[in-house]
């Protein structure tokens, strides 16, 4: 399979994508997306480099599964959604929810992402790609805005600087008349953790964002409350974990500050 060359920053998405095929793989996955296990092996992809072992593939596995749930409850109560992935790599997220022929969902990414996502990932009805970088203004215009819309994020906002995440979410908040957005957050730790974990250390040079918190947003758009903040340390996914880290995750569990320094889902509604 030929793709497109791409950038450091397009092929984060390989390590998203390779760490849900490894959950897919286990007896027990957290999100078992077997459809990420078949687009890695048709790509060819293999990077001896991309180490996961179970305990680091739950946490991936895991919000995107909450993301996952997120869109899935929007569209139950909005049948006539648009639902948007930004910066949605190899991710086959309209697959996983299975939305309705009503819902028209968008995956968001570069233009040279969305050419490797036409080779790889079988068209699905209502499902289109946007091959745009997320700071164009512009792309937002072949969306309908007359629609409720649920706008998902994961693994890319840290890849934004902060005035260019703030300018996103006020675009998409004028530019529907209601809906939700959700992401998994980047804090200042996170940032700094990410920085410092031997396995993680080659994306800190790609991160822009300086890590926000989860209230961050709300100052950043008067539109936007803060509905709901999941931390995944209290998750019944967690009963899934490998032993030693499902022990160390229920004592996290009982403090919420130690929680918060883990991964979460802030979920707002504008
Ligand atoms: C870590 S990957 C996550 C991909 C996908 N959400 C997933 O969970 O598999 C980050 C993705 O964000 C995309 N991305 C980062 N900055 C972007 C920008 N300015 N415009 C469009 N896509 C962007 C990258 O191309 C990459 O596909």
Redesign the pocket.
């Known amino acids: 399979m030929t793709l497109p060359p791409l950038t450091p920053?397009?092929e984060?998405?390989w390590?998203?994508?390779t760490g849900r095929a490894f959950d897919s793989r286990q007896p027990r996955p957290i999100l078992g997306d077997e459809m990420a296990e078949e687009i890695v092996r048709t790509s060819g992809y293999d990077n001896p480099e991309l180490h996961w072992t179970q305990s680091s593939s739950v946490d991936v596995a895991h919000r995107?599964k909450k993301l996952d749930e997120v869109a899935q409850r929007f569209i139950a109560r909005h049948p006539d959604a648009v639902g948007i992935d930004l910066?949605?790599?190899?991710?086959t997220r309209a697959f996983r929810i299975d939305a309705p022929p009503t819902v028209d969902w968008y995956d968001?990414?570069?233009p040279e992402?969305v050419t490797a996502r036409q080779r790889l990932i079988p068209d699905r009805p209502h499902a289109h790609t946007i091959g745009a970088?997320?700071?164009d203004p512009g792309w937002l215009a072949a969306l309908p805005a007359d629609r409720p819309a649920v706008i998902v994020a994961?693994?890319?906002l840290p890849?934004?600087a902060d005035d260019e995440i703030i300018a996103l979410l006020k675009r998409l908040t004028r530019h529907f008349p209601s809906g939700e957005i959700a992401f998994n957050v980047y804090t200042k730790f996170t940032v700094w953790a990410a920085t410092h974990y031997p396995g993680a250390r080659f994306l800190a040079p790609l991160f822009k964002s300086r890590g926000f918190d989860r209230r961050d947003p709300e100052r950043w758009d008067p539109k936007l409350t803060l509905v709901r903040h999941i931390l995944l340390t209290r998750e019944p996914e967690v009963a899934k974990y490998p032993p030693a880290l499902r022990l160390w995750t229920r004592m996290a569990a009982l403090s919420t500050p130690l929680s918060r320094l883990g991964t979460t889902i802030a979920q707002y509604r504008f």
């Open positions: 920053l397009q984060t998405l390590v998203t994508l995107a910066g949605a790599g190899l991710d968001v990414d570069f992402v970088d997320l700071t994961d693994g890319v890849f934004l």
